[in-house]
């Protein structure tokens, strides 16, 4: 391996230690209910970012909140050293991405049927570490 390559190895191995991330899929609910959410938390510190989530009356809320919270055990597994309040972690992205559909039909009038989309999605929590955070 060449030196520049070997550097920027070094380089990308460091960046992913600083950040953590967690996963949903096949969560049933329609991506723009979820992103609405999603939208609220995106580059918020992760404390004020559990809270937003805690108080938010949308059903979405509870789904992203558990996940914040896997995103943060996560990161404890890498840096079992350090501490989440001198990490100042945040939620660097926050992504929302269509899932499967099921496809059912919903009888309509006059021997009709009207086809009924069941959305569920995919998102992807990524927290990162910084001293210099915009909120």
């Excluded at 350090?82 to 939620?91: C, G, K, N, P, T």
């Excluded at 039909?105 to 001293?131: D, F």
Aim: aromatic share 2%.
């Amino acid at each position: 391996m060449g030196v520049r390559k070997k550097e920027r190895a070094e380089q990308i191995k460091e960046a992913k230690k600083q950040t953590a991330f967690a996963k949903l899929n096949n969560c049933p609910t329609s991506p723009r209910k979820m992103r609405l959410v999603a939208d609220l938390v995106r580059g918020e510190k992760v404390e004020k970012a559990l809270q937003i989530l805690k108080f938010s009356q949308k059903e979405a809320s509870s789904r992203l909140e558990k996940l914040l919270l896997s995103a943060i055990a996560n990161w404890q597994a890498k840096n079992e050293d350090a501490s989440i309040e001198d990490a100042e972690l945040f939620v660097k992205e926050i992504r929302v991405d269509g899932g499967s559909m099921l496809k059912r039909l919903r009888p309509a009038p006059q021997g009709r049927a009207h086809r009924i989309r069941k959305r569920s999605n995919h998102v992807t929590l990524v927290l990162g570490e910084n001293n210099n955070t915009q909120s």
